[in-house]
């Protein structure tokens, strides 16, 4: 967001305040940065995964308990 944010005022002091270019270069930039800091971050730890699938079981057995009830 900060990367595409710099980007959009940027934009506007290039093209002007009141062109849409400077929104599509904020969009393209906020795109960029988000796919190559996905790429460089390294993946979730799987004890980690392991808890979170945890959780949703236990939420979808509370849901069907709620709608038996």
Do not use: C, H
């Amino acid at each position: 967001m900060i990367a595409g944010t710099i980007a959009v005022v940027i934009g506007m002091f290039w093209f002007g305040p009141l062109e849409n270019e400077p929104i599509y270069i904020g969009l393209g930039t906020s795109l960029v940065v988000f796919v190559v800091v996905s790429l460089l971050t390294p993946p979730t730890p799987e004890p980690i995964w392991q808890a979170w699938r945890g959780r949703l079981a236990a939420r979808k057995t509370s849901d069907r308990e709620v709608e038996a009830a």
